[in-house]
C-alpha cells in the first residue's frame, strides 16, 4: 500500500517562502512521477509542479517562484515555494504516478498553505 506524507504547509505573509515535502513509501514499483497539485474551494485541483526522471514541469503561474526537486533515495519530493502570492493559497496535494499497463495515481492528505496580503 503507497502511502504519501506531507509536511511543511502553514500561513505566511505575501513575498515569504514555504517549503513543502513528501515522503512515499510501500512502493515496491519504479516511480516515474512525483509531484505537486493544489485545490481551492470550488475550483478543480490543478499542476503546480512534477519531477520525472526526464526532467521538471511547471504550472505557468509558478515558473521562476517555485522549484520541484527529489531525493530518489528516500522517495521524497520536495517543494521550494519562493515569492508566495495571495493566488497561491490552497491546499496542496503531493502526488506520486505508476506508469505499467495502467497508470496508478497516489495522493497524499494534503496541506494547507495560507498566504496573507
Known amino acids: 500500500q503507497v502511502q504519501l506524507v506531507e509536511s511543511g504547509g502553514g500561513r505566511v505573509q505575501a513575498g515569504e517562502s514555504l517549503s513543502l515535502s513528501c515522503a512515499a513509501s510501500?512502493?515496491?514499483?519504479?516511480?516515474?512521477?512525483m509531484g505537486w497539485y493544489r485545490q481551492t474551494p470550488g475550483k478543480q485541483r490543478e499542476l503546480v509542479a512534477t519531477?520525472?526522471?526526464?526532467?521538471?514541469n511547471y504550472a505557468d503561474s509558478v515558473k521562476g517562484r517555485f522549484t520541484i526537486s527529489r531525493d530518489n533515495y528516500k522517495n521524497t519530493v520536495y517543494l521550494q515555494m519562493n515569492s508566495l502570492k495571495p493566488e497561491d493559497t490552497a491546499v496542496y496535494y503531493c502526488?506520486?504516478?505508476?506508469?505499467?499497463?495502467?497508470?496508478?495515481?497516489?495522493w497524499g492528505q494534503g496541506t494547507q498553505v495560507t498566504v496573507s496580503s
Open positions: 502526488n506520486l504516478q505508476i506508469v505499467g499497463p495502467e497508470v496508478f495515481n497516489f
Open positions: 510501500g512502493s515496491s514499483f519504479t516511480i516515474d512521477s
Open positions: 519531477i520525472t526522471r526526464g526532467g521538471t
